[in-house]
């Protein structure tokens, strides 16, 4: 008796939630040990074992900019302590990745809990659990899932009314990618519009209010007229050539690349389809909704505001990262603030666990899926039988990230001394080997495969992902 009463009045939400997190650290662990994989491989992984090596900084010139790409450098500061403390291995790299991902799923937890319900909390929690861009990214050596970590305090404090956390959190939000300046401006484009509805202050003073909502900007602005001075540049050249503001071009990458992306893709229609059926039970029902509806405008103002601005640069699907807890949020919150059956939330979450399943088994090399281990173990496996047959010091022809593979020790694919020499851009056929994939190869180079001097001596092939190693048979 005494146990069913105790059962009754046990929260049980905070410990589903809890044990969720649990289970999805434990399915990470797996992966810890594996190299790293494109970007991470590339830059930020080389990055944040350089900044340990010089000293720990924030200033713009304490890694070369080759690697920084002119961002400020929290991420690479904080990655910097962690192997300080825990050394550069890839596990304590990957590590440093799990727990930032560990912690926003407890933040995601807390801020449902806080400005929704805790059934819509531990929901959350579960759906951003499976989908397969946040499982892939959870243990990249990337920046998204830290933006998205802080971005998600700044919006948390600023709804509690705590500026200085609020600031600290603004911060460090810009402070880890330039991107963070739209979680700062939503914030404060939506504290000028809640206001000014209101009617109860005078318009200059609600934008007087409103502009110490700016304040983090101010730490960005700082870093970069620093970075002026040093590099004679405020935003990285090679970047700011990627900006466009031609209307097509940001119109298609606002819908058919990150709206739909965000919207349709990885089974993100089922919840999109949701938050359509809610909306239209509250016009039929007329049903209003609670003071929680301007957290759910803030958190769109936010999902809208990104996606226009990164229409604007880059396309990388894996940026979306920042804004899906919000997404996430939004469609749930629509619809179980409205429908708030029992039987209709655990059908939910039955229907909603077999369709993110099925999604696991559409594998690809990308850095947002989960089909990125089987490419990691080609890699692997071809510059394994290239050291086992000692070619470090043969001419190898292969792409853009193979070479970073080969030739730095800091990707985990070669360790020091092992690397290869003589690693070449430029397809010739003067070359002793060459490396092929479908992963890290154009369709021009994949072309060069059938040219008669060339002899396949070995294919490693991992599920999606292939890699083949070509002999030159005239030399």
């Not at 059962?7 to 650290?25: D, E, Q, S, T």
């Not at 929290?74 to 302590?81: E, I, K, Q, V």
């Not at 300046?181 to 404060?188: D, E, Q």
Request: hydrophobic content about 50%; some cysteine; glycine content about 4%.
């Amino acid at each position: 008796m005494r146990i069913s009463r105790l059962i009754k009045r046990c929260n049980w939400y905070p410990v589903l939630a809890g044990l969720v997190i649990i289970v999805f650290v434990l399915s990470r662990l797996p992966v810890l040990q594996l190299p790293l994989y494109w970007d991470e491989a590339w830059v930020y992984g080389p990055a944040i074992n350089l900044m340990a090596e010089r000293g720990l900084s924030l200033l713009p010139d304490s890694i070369p900019v080759y690697y920084s790409r002119g961002h400020p450098l929290l991420f690479h500061f904080l990655g910097a302590s962690w192997i300080k403390i825990f050394g550069n291995s890839m596990l304590s790299l990957h590590s440093f990745a799990l727990t930032i991902t560990t912690i926003l799923l407890i933040v995601v937890y807390r801020f449902g809990k806080e400005f929704y319900s805790p059934s819509i909390a531990l929901l959350a929690v579960i759906v951003l659990s499976l989908q397969p861009v946040f499982i892939a990214q959870s243990v990249f050596v990337l920046p998204e899932m830290m933006l998205a970590l802080f971005s998600m305090l700044s919006l948390y404090y600023f709804l509690k009314g705590r500026f200085l956390l609020y600031f600290i959190f603004g911060s460090a939000t810009v402070m880890t990618k330039e991107s963070g300046l739209v979680v700062i401006a939503c914030i404060t484009l939506f504290y000028f519009i809640i206001n000014l509805t209101k009617k109860k202050q005078a318009v200059f003073t609600v934008i007087i209010n409103a502009l110490k909502y700016l304040l983090p900007v101010l730490v960005l602005f700082i870093f970069l007229i620093i970075q002026y001075f040093i590099q004679s540049w405020f935003l990285f050249p090679g970047h700011t050539g990627l900006i466009n503001f031609d209307l097509a071009t940001v119109w298609g990458k606002l819908t058919e690349g990150y709206g739909a992306y965000l919207f349709i893709y990885q089974g993100r229609n089922l919840l999109t389809l949701i938050a359509l059926i809610g909306l239209i039970f509250y016009f039929i029902r007329k049903k209003k909704f609670r003071e929680d509806s301007h957290v759910t405008f803030l958190l769109l103002l936010f999902v809208l505001g990104f996606l226009l601005f990164s229409s604007i640069n880059f396309f990388s699907n894996r940026y979306i990262l920042c804004i899906l807890p919000a997404f996430v949020f939004i469609t749930i919150g629509v619809f179980f603030k409205l429908i708030t059956n029992k039987i209709v939330y655990l059908s939910f979450i039955i229907i909603l666990v077999f369709s993110q399943v099925h999604q696991f088994n559409k594998l690809t090399n990308s850095d947002h899926n989960i089909g990125y281990v089987n490419a990691v173990k080609a890699y692997q496996s071809v510059i394994n039988y290239c050291i086992d047959n000692n070619l470090q010091d043969k001419s190898i022809y292969a792409y853009f990230i193979t070479r970073t593979n080969m030739t730095n020790p800091y990707a985990g694919y070669v360790e020091k001394g092992q690397e290869f020499s003589n690693v070449l851009s430029e397809f010739s056929p003067d070359t002793d080997y060459y490396i092929f994939s479908n992963f890290d190869s154009d369709k021009n180079s994949l072309e060069n495969r059938n040219k008669p001097y060339l002899k396949l001596i070995k294919k490693f092939e991992y599920r999606q992902a292939w890699i083949e190693l070509y002999k030159n048979t005239d030399r």
